[in-house]
C-alpha cells in the first residue's frame, strides 16, 4: 500500500515523503502523533513505590497531546553525557519562554524504564519544569521511525536525539539531530524560534 501512495505521487515530488511516511506511520511535520503511534503508552517517571500504587498504570498519547500545546523532545538515555549537560538544562532553563509562548507542558521522552528516569530528573532538579515519560519497550520511538541501535556505544536500541512542537496532536515542527552526539537542532533555543 505504501509503494502505491508513492507511486501515486510521483507527479509531486515533495509529496512523495509525506506520504511514505503516513503510509508508514512515522513523524513528519503535519502528522498525527496519536495515529503515528497507535495503541502506545508511556510511563511517567515515578519512583517503584509511585508504580506500585498506581498498578503499573501508563498515559496514552491522546491524553498527553489532545487538546493541548506540547514541546516533546526525544533523548538517547538518562544520565549519559549530552542529555544530563545539555540537552534537558536547555529546556530547564527556558521554561519560562516556552510558557510564555503558551506550551501547556513540556516533554522529555527517552528509551528508559519511569523508574530510572525519575532518579535522573531529580538528580538534574528538572521535575518541576519538565514531565519525564518513559517508552520502555521502544514502542513510541519504533513506531515514530526515531529508534537508533546505539549498541557500539553499549546502550542498544535508544532514540535519536529529538525535539518537536505538538499542537492539539498535530506535528508542527520535528527536529532530528544527524547523530546522537550532537546538540545543534533539538535543544529549546531552536524550538522557541519555530514555535
Same mark, same amino acid.
Given at each position: ?10 507527479? %509531486?515530488?515533495?509529496?512523495? /515523503? ?12 503535519? &502528522?498525527? *502523533?496519536?495515529? !503515528?503511534? /497507535? ?7 515515578? !519512583?517503584?513505590?509511585? #508504580?506500585?500504587? +498506581?498498578?503499573? %498504570? +501508563? +498515559?496514552?498519547?491522546?491524553? *498527553?497531546?489532545? #487538546?493541548? =500545546?506540547?514541546?516533546?523532545?526525544? @533523548?538517547?538515555?538518562?544520565? +549519559? ?13 527556558? *521554561? ?8 501547556? &507542558? ?7 524504564? /519511569?523508574?530510572?528516569?525519575? #532518579? ?18 521502544? &514502542?513510541?520511538? =519504533?513506531?515514530?521511525? @526515531? ?8 546502550? #542498544? ?23 546522537? !552526539?550532537?546538540?545543534?537542532? !533539538?535543544?529549546?533555543?531552536?524550538? @522557541?524560534?519555530?514555535?
Amino acid at each position: 500500500m505504501a509503494s502505491a501512495l508513492v507511486r501515486r505521487a510521483r507527479g %509531486s515530488a515533495a509529496a512523495a /515523503p509525506a506520504l511514505w511516511a503516513a503510509a508508514r506511520g512515522v513523524a513528519s511535520v503535519g &502528522s498525527d *502523533i496519536v495515529s !503515528s503511534a /497507535p495503541c502506545v503508552s508511556l510511563q511517567k517517571a515515578r !519512583s517503584w513505590d509511585e #508504580g506500585v500504587a +498506581t498498578k503499573f %498504570s +501508563t +498515559t496514552p498519547l491522546k491524553d *498527553i497531546f489532545h #487538546g493541548k =500545546k506540547v514541546v516533546i523532545f526525544g @533523548l538517547p538515555g538518562a544520565y +549519559t553525557g549530552v542529555c544530563s549537560q545539555a540537552h534537558v538544562p536547555s529546556y530547564k532553563n527556558n *521554561i519560562d519562554k516556552l510558557k510564555e509562548k503558551g506550551i501547556d &507542558s513540556v516533554i522529555c521522552v527517552s528509551i528508559n524504564d /519511569p523508574y530510572v528516569l525519575n #532518579g535522573w530528573a531529580e538528580k538534574l532538579q528538572a521535575k518541576d519544569a519538565i514531565e519525564f515519560y518513559g517508552d520502555f519497550d521502544g &514502542s513510541f520511538h =519504533k513506531n515514530l521511525d @526515531l529508534e537508533i541501535d546505539l549498541s557500539a556505544a553499549l546502550l #542498544g536500541h535508544r532514540s535519536h536525539r529529538w525535539s518537536a512542537f505538538v499542537d492539539n496532536g498535530k506535528i508542527k515542527v520535528l527536529n532530528v539531530e544527524k547523530a546522537p !552526539s550532537e546538540f545543534k537542532v !533539538s535543544g529549546a533555543e531552536v524550538i @522557541l524560534d519555530q514555535i
